[in-house]
């Protein structure tokens, strides 16, 4: 019996499967063992073809984690991949959280384990994934004499307390108590600051496969992008293509599984950019690719992105984390995409038996840049010839060649939007209101304060304030800030980086003024540092001197007072079966709860128009993929337009909606709105995700308080319920 991958160039030619009756899944239920060897992981001392999932537990609801995983098996996955986030499990420090709401990290597992779906858990305790600090919390970086992620006695001490408190909280779920869990990561992604801190960066290397094989678990941990040998663990790939990395990989580690832990399929989008988008076909080359050389795990990062609920996203990272996956933030399919490596998932787990039973085999040359790779013995050997394009292929008895027919993309189904009908909301009242300027200050000192100290991170805003002389000739006149440029981000680039920059004041004002007046600025940060180096060393605020009319005011006195920390949260309310949005198309900058539930940052800021940037203009997967390069969508519209109402976040009787908007906007047109989609003929329809399979349209009791200074305004509007209609979810 063989199985042949052809490949040619970036063009996927292939991946065949055996006429045999599929190998049954093991699943978690009954105690069971887990190992590793050359061809995969060993789950009962046999080896598996693993296809996994990365979906992360805190940018979805619990309510939504059922429907998910459930997607997810059906689209060829059998692993969940996820990463452990410090931040949301220790905001305080000694204080953890392991089971309010989308911190529940146990519900996660055992909602994996019921769907018999493996687990591999990623505890870092670093993660990056474009969140908050990188995951770690705000009061590390005070821990006296710290530095991160290097050989540093306070950071190992924090770090090793916090791994070790995420294993005792997952350790019923190890595989003898019949738990989901194969595998567990420490560290993440750090070859590349090894070198760069030296010594000490290999000592901290070495120190964290220590610390995992301390812990004498049931099953192996891994170390992605990790260059350097490192005891007790296996180091694994991320990248968008990986099949390059293997013959180096089999040749330091021949008793090693191939493991590509992030398989990017999308990319992350900040504020103001188009769309990244990744087409299918470019995917499934490079994952076949994969398995043709060798490898027997793969983790796309992400099969469903999600949304960066509250402040949690990174700098000038969007809300939405919706990354171009297999499943969009509000859990619908992402057509065809979810289907095509379904099938190419299919094919590899029917050949499991074959593909895991054979060593890695060397590829026969078919001519320029075409390789079969032949995995399986000669019994029962029949071919047939066969010309595709030109080349002459030998096709193997009991063999499925899946051939890419022409250039371009399958036609796509799109999810979009759709509004309530207008008969079922009725606007009653709106309010709105202005918030004064704070009257006391909390902080003093004679220079302006570094920004995070102050809010530990609790609050995006702090106020700064100083009692300046107003010069006797004042001509245009302006003051130069020395800060970060999140500070009234929306007139810089948008970059997180270190700037001076000028704020004009009228000479009117100046006039009109006293002798002496206050100055009030307000400073704000979108996000902490993800993956700068030195995070530990991060600051945000008014960082340097500041002069006012030519005048240095630094030394002048100041006092300082975080502001708009949000509303205390409700307890989740009862699911609903429908996808709702807000639609924030008319308001321009803030943040947004529903029943006090922080949503997040919303920006209506705009991506370039596509005659302005290129990767607009080419969408062609014949080549090596980059997001900045190629394939970006949506040039010219609001980079994040819609902000997800989750499962578990709505009382469809009645529900509050706070919005924060710091610009300027038309409340009277946000709307909510429902995100549906159209399932491919070949698609069977879903069961209703609740038992009676109808959509409630909610009243709305909406109440919009958008904090206001200088340029905002207080809104607040009341929609009141018209009686609910049923309606087929799709």
Not at 418 to 445: F, G, I, Q, T
């Amino acid at each position: 019996m063989k199985l042949v991958a052809l490949t040619h160039l970036l063009l996927l030619l292939v991946l065949g499967h055996c006429g045999y009756a599929r190998v049954e899944r093991m699943v978690p239920g009954d105690p069971y063992t887990v190992g590793y060897s050359a061809r995969g992981m060993l789950i009962d001392g046999r080896p598996r073809i693993l296809t996994a999932a990365t979906i992360h537990y805190p940018r979805s609801t619990p309510a939504m984690w059922d429907s998910l995983m459930q997607k997810a098996k059906r689209g060829g996955i059998n692993t969940i991949d996820t990463y452990v986030f410090w931040n949301m499990h220790e905001h305080t420090k000694g204080q953890y959280d392991f089971a309010t709401d989308r911190a529940n990290l146990p519900l996660f597992l055992e909602t994996a384990k019921r769907h018999g779906l493996f687990v591999v858990l990623r505890i870092g305790p670093y993660v990056c994934a474009e969140w908050n600090y990188g995951g770690f919390p705000h009061w590390l970086r005070h821990e006296k004499d710290i530095v991160f992620r290097t050989w540093n006695e306070p950071f190992l001490r924090e770090m090793k307390r916090f791994v070790q408190k995420t294993v005792e909280v997952t350790r019923g779920f190890l595989p003898e108590h019949g738990g989901p869990l194969i595998a567990m990561q420490i560290e993440n992604e750090y070859g590349d600051k090894e070198w760069r801190m030296g010594e000490d960066g290999h000592k901290y290397a070495r120190w964290c496969g220590e610390v995992a094989g301390s812990f004498n678990l049931t099953v192996p941990w891994i170390m992605c992008r990790q260059y350097s040998d490192v005891d007790h663990v296996i180091p694994t790939q991320n990248d968008f293509y990986c099949d390059q990395y293997l013959a180096d990989f089999h040749r330091k580690h021949p008793d090693m599984p191939d493991m590509w832990t992030e398989m990017w399929p999308g990319w992350f989008q900040r504020w103001g950019e188009a769309a990244p988008h990744r087409p299918i076909e470019d995917i499934a080359y490079a994952v076949a690719k994969w398995y043709a050389y060798g490898g027997t795990y793969v983790a796309y990062y992400m099969y469903q992105g999600g949304t960066n609920f509250g402040r949690t996203s990174g700098p000038f990272i969007m809300t939405s984390y919706n990354y171009d996956g297999f499943i969009d933030e509000y859990g619908l399919e992402n057509w065809p995409k979810y289907l095509h490596l379904a099938d190419l998932h299919n094919h590899l787990i029917d050949a499991e038996h074959i593909l895991t039973a054979s060593n890695v085999p060397v590829p026969e040359r078919l001519g320029k840049n075409a390789n079969a790779h032949v995995y399986g013995d000669d019994d029962e050997y029949e071919s047939v010839s066969a010309v595709f394009r030109g080349q002459p292929y030998d096709l193997h008895r009991w063999s499925v060649t899946l051939v890419r027919k022409d250039k371009g993309s399958k036609p796509r189904h799109p999810a979009s939007f759709e509004p309530l009908p207008a008969s079922l909301l009725r606007l009653d009242e709106m309010h709105v209101r202005s918030v004064a300027l704070p009257n006391k200050m909390a902080y003093h000192s004679e220079t302006p304060l570094e920004q995070i100290e102050l809010t530990h991170d609790t609050s995006d805003y702090l106020w700064y304030r100083t009692e300046i002389t107003i010069p006797k000739q004042t001509p245009e006149t302006l003051s130069t800030l020395t800060s970060a440029t999140h500070m009234w981000a929306w007139r810089m680039a948008g970059h997180d980086t270190l700037a001076t920059f000028t704020i004009d004041i009228p000479a009117h004002v100046l006039t009109a003024a006293p002798d002496s007046a206050p100055l009030t600025l307000l400073s704000q940060t979108m996000g902490m540092a993800h993956n700068q180096y030195n995070m530990e060393a991060y600051t945000r605020g008014l960082l340097g001197a500041v002069s006012v009319c030519g005048i240095d005011v630094t030394r002048n006195g100041w006092a300082m007072q975080p502001t708009l920390e949000g509303v205390k949260e409700d307890p989740p309310v009862p699911d609903h079966p429908s996808r709702y949005a807000i639609d924030l198309g008319s308001m321009t900058k803030g943040h947004v709860w529903v029943n006090s539930h922080h949503l997040g940052r919303y920006w209506t800021r705009r991506a370039p128009e596509k005659r302005d940037h290129r990767p607009c203009q080419v969408c062609d997967y014949g080549g090596w993929f980059w997001p900045d390069n190629v394939c970006r969508q949506k040039c010219g519209e609001i980079s994040q337009q819609y902000y997800h109402l989750p499962p578990g976040y709505l009382d469809m009787d009645k529900s509050m909606l706070y919005v924060l908007e710091e610009v300027s906007g038309d409340p009277e047109k946000i709307a909510i709105v429902r995100r549906v989609s159209e399932s491919p003929e070949r698609h069977a329809p879903e069961a209703p995700e609740a038992a009676h399979g109808l959509a409630y349209y909610a009243t709305w009791l909406a109440a919009l308080l958008a904090a206001s200074w200088a340029l905002c305004r207080v809104y607040s509007l009341a929609v009141r319920r018209r009686g609910y209609q049923p309606i087929a979810d799709q």
